[in-house]
């Protein structure tokens, strides 16, 4: 894949008043997925033909990547998310004060090393999440993420022919200990956190391959808070489940994000999952996150996510 500067000229969805887009180029990190943006300085008052391109290149890429941001504080954090969507706030981790964000502290339990999609266990989960690097560590806690749409394309056709007819149980009370090395849930951090995201239990029922709104493009649907296939044993919905979660982890098909400090990435979330690497030890991270809100997945033959519990 070739470097691509995204020019006004290229643009197609410019306002009525002719405004062009900011000129940036877009520098793909790794071959499938992923893109680093450079030449923009990010802010809420981007004009609606920078957005309207910036949003061009995150259907394509899946995830857009942009270094040193360092002016971004919480509440223009924000502002830029709100050029995406609604942001909304974590249904059952408190916000910090007056704002929407979520913050993942690495000394208080934030460290989501696991694959998944952000809030499948909602019906309608976010579309976008928008993270900025606070507080990077030296060495480790790179992100990766995997592109859930190219892993559909990529399945032998009777196992689409499979997947588009089934559909998942997902819920935020998943096992942790499952997912996570011991020393994890050893922590007292990571078991306060755990206990405040379950809170409340919820959970929703998801089509296993669901059509994006904005592409057509078909992509699976897993992830960490997946409880069962439906219709499927325990056993065999966790044999299907892990085959299809080696499809979307092939190597090829993932991106890695070396952070530093003042990094912002906003990713489609829902065309890929991702996975924060705890290999950092005792050093710090945060990181915040704004979540844009989304809307019910929508099957192959056309049936909307269904909420089990809120």
Request: aromatic share 8%; no cysteine; net charge negative.
């Amino acid at each position: 894949m070739t470097d691509i500067a995204i020019a006004p000229e290229e643009t197609s969805a410019a306002p009525a008043t002719h405004a062009r887009p900011a000129a940036f180029e877009t520098v793909p990190v790794a071959p499938q997925i992923g893109a680093e943006v450079t030449g923009l300085k990010l802010s809420g008052s981007l004009d609606a033909a920078t957005v309207a391109a910036l949003r061009r290149a995150l259907l394509r890429y899946k995830v857009l990547f942009f270094r040193g941001q360092h002016h971004l504080d919480n509440a223009e954090h924000e502002a830029f998310g709100r050029l995406w969507g609604t942001p909304v706030p974590h249904p059952t981790v408190p916000a910090p004060d007056g704002t929407t964000l979520l913050e993942l502290d690495s000394d208080h339990g934030g460290r989501a090393n696991s694959w998944h999609t952000d809030v499948t266990f909602q019906a309608a989960y976010p579309n976008f999440g928008i993270l900025r690097g606070v507080v990077i560590p030296p060495v480790g806690g790179d992100t990766i993420w995997a592109n859930t749409a190219l892993a559909y394309e990529k399945l032998p056709a009777p196992l689409k022919s499979l997947v588009d007819t089934l559909w998942t149980l997902h819920g935020n009370d998943y096992d942790y200990a499952a997912a996570r090395p011991p020393v994890d849930v050893d922590n007292h951090g990571a078991k306060r956190y755990r206990e405040v995201f379950t809170s409340r239990l919820i959970e929703a029922e998801h089509p296993l391959v669901r059509v994006h709104p904005e592409t057509g493009e078909r992509a699976l649907v897993l992830g960490h808070f997946v409880k069962r296939i439906i219709g499927f044993s325990t056993q065999d919905s966790n044999t299907l489940f892990d085959l299809l979660q080696r499809h979307i982890l092939r190597p090829e098909n993932t991106v890695r994000w070396r952070w530093t400090q003042g990094d912002l990435v906003i990713w489609d979330n829902r065309a890929t999952q991702h996975y924060a690497l705890n290999d950092y030890g005792e050093q710090k991270r945060v990181v915040r996150r704004v979540t844009i809100a989304g809307e019910p997945a929508i099957s192959v033959d056309g049936r909307a996510s269904i909420a089990r519990s809120e």
